[in-house]
């Protein structure tokens, strides 16, 4: 089986615990407004690599990763290729390596894959239906079922959220967010994500428009913002 492999990071400190290396897959459905790699929504591109080739690449770095650290698969969306990432975590798991899945569970019938997957960074992007829509240009729906099986499957998850200015960049929608936070189980991290501007060129490259008017997300609004969120959800 060969996978479609956009870049791989190989020593990440921010996409899960420890050093990591992570593996950025081809391939999404969802077209968000803020995303800035465009160049991973289809799998016409990357590189193939087989679960083999992949994993003892990642096997090189085992020794940096220590106590905590892995593998985290991002992308685009990891679970695009959900047949291929189950079959390399898999073989992570048959080498003792940590997993994580960096995903917006845009595709929701994953148990097998969520059974060798050790934590789960779920990236929010609305809470009301109808303004995830016109985030992602897709249904809230399969998030949600996503999100229920990662509950009954007991989880381990960090949770994010990109903050863009004029959307989502209040108290009011912190608020909410927390509210929601709350009646989840495992929930080891919560993290505000500044809205950036640095992919911008990559659409001009690609020709397709980009529809986010704004200003990048001040790094020190986000910052009180995320301290207000904490704060909220020890209460």
């Not at 960074?121 to 240009?137: E, M, R, S």
Request: some cysteine; charged content about 25%.
């Amino acid at each position: 089986m060969i996978g479609k492999i956009h870049s791989i990071e190989t020593l990440g400190l921010v996409d899960g615990p420890g050093i990591r290396v992570v593996v950025f897959m081809q391939g999404c459905p969802m077209r968000c407004i803020f995303c800035h790699n465009p160049d991973t929504w289809t799998t016409d591109s990357g590189l193939e690599m087989t679960k083999e080739e992949l994993v003892n690449f990642i096997l090189k770095y085992k020794n940096y990763f220590g106590i905590e650290g892995g593998v985290t698969f991002s992308g685009g969306e990891p679970l695009f290729q959900k047949d291929f990432l189950l079959e390399a975590l898999k073989l992570c798991k048959e080498n003792d390596i940590n997993t994580c899945i960096d995903t917006a569970g845009s595709i929701y019938d994953v148990d097998e894959i969520l059974k060798y997957t050790d934590l789960v960074i779920y990236d929010i992007k609305a809470l009301d239906k109808d303004k995830y829509f016109v985030i992602t240009n897709y249904k809230i729906d399969n998030s949600l079922k996503f999100l229920d099986l990662c509950q009954k499957m007991n989880k381990k998850m960090w949770i994010r959220q990109v903050i863009i200015p004029n959307i989502n960049d209040n108290e009011v929608y912190i608020e909410e967010l927390a509210s929601f936070i709350k009646k989840l189980k495992n929930v080891l991290k919560v993290e505000l994500l500044p809205y950036h501007t640095n992919g911008v060129y990559k659409y001009k490259e690609l020709n397709i428009d980009y529809k986010l008017n704004s200003e990048a997300m001040n790094k020190d609004r986000c910052l009180k913002l995320n301290e207000y969120l904490n704060e909220l959800l020890k209460h």
